[in-house]
């Protein structure tokens, strides 16, 4: 066996082949921009106009990116979901209803598992709109509009397993997507709303106050205490600092362990000292309905671990950790 490394000079035949694949693949998608018509249009304006659901349907590898486009259409501001053409034969066709548009997906246009519906959806008055790689196919000339996702030649060496033909078709949908996700003004928190579970569900939705530390577990001491009084609070509640409390209620200010650092470099001896000598005026606070992302970029901005969060009156109502804002998933 031969033990030459290829170069990219020389590269090897897996690389020949991937880099084929590749190009094939780009062509396919680029070709689409040159085919997208007033059906593009129509296609849109069905589903603004739907009251219900987009129903995505297809068959085999249709049918597979079919449930990407669903996925993609209902993560983005669109109602939709995968029917399987096969299910819908046996029963699944009652998912379907009249305020609702199909979508449905085959590269021939002559899948008899989707071509089987095209009766029922004509009786309903559902809207159907066609993705084919054959814009004179049954169901490119049954649909209200059709979407040519037709390719010159399938990346296959073959030219028969789907691969230009899906990959066009998968492109088309996101086009689809995206062009309906702008038209609504759509923006990243209503994406948040639908991916709560996400990093960026939590960056936009979490705000401090589903995070703080409140009651019981807010660190604080009055104006006025022994610093002693304020370490001994830092130390139990575990969270590197406490508020300093005003008369009045009000923060005062923050005594924290980076301000213990700087009193022992500062002073010799501890004993007599209050917090009022040594504590962060005003120190750094936010209150309860800032988002958890901008509370993260206060404390990396400051270098500080920790926050207070106060109400309209100034009051210290909760604390904030980094700890906290890690736990999340927030960073």
Known sequence: MSTDTPTESNPSPLRESARRTLQLEHQAVAALCERLDGDFDRACELILACRGRV????????????????????????????????????????????????????????TAEVTALLPLLKRMGTPLISMT?????????HANAHLNAGVEREACPLDLAPTSSTTASLALGDALAVALLEFRGFTAEDFALSHPGGSLGK??????????????????????SPLRDALLEITRQGLGFTCVVAPDGRLAGVYTDGDLRRTLDQHNDLTGLVVDEVMTTPGKRVSPDTLAAEAVRIMEDNRISALAVIDDNGHPIGALHMHDLLASGVI
Request: charged share 15%.
């Open 55 to 110: 129903i995505v349907t297809g068959m085999g590898k249709s049918g597979h990116i079919a449930g990407k486009i669903a996925a993609t259409l209902a993560s983005t501001g669109t109602p939709a979901f995968f029917v399987h053409p096969g299910e819908a034969s046996h029963g699944d066709l009652g998912m379907i209803t009249r305020g609702d548009v199909v979508l449905a997906l085959s590269n021939s246009g002559e």
């Open 133 to 141: 790689g054959r814009p004179g196919s049954t169901l490119a000339r």
């Open 203 to 224: 960056r936009l939705l979490l705000r401090v106050a589903d995070l703080m530390h409140q009651g019981s577990r807010l660190p604080s001491v009055p104006l006025g």
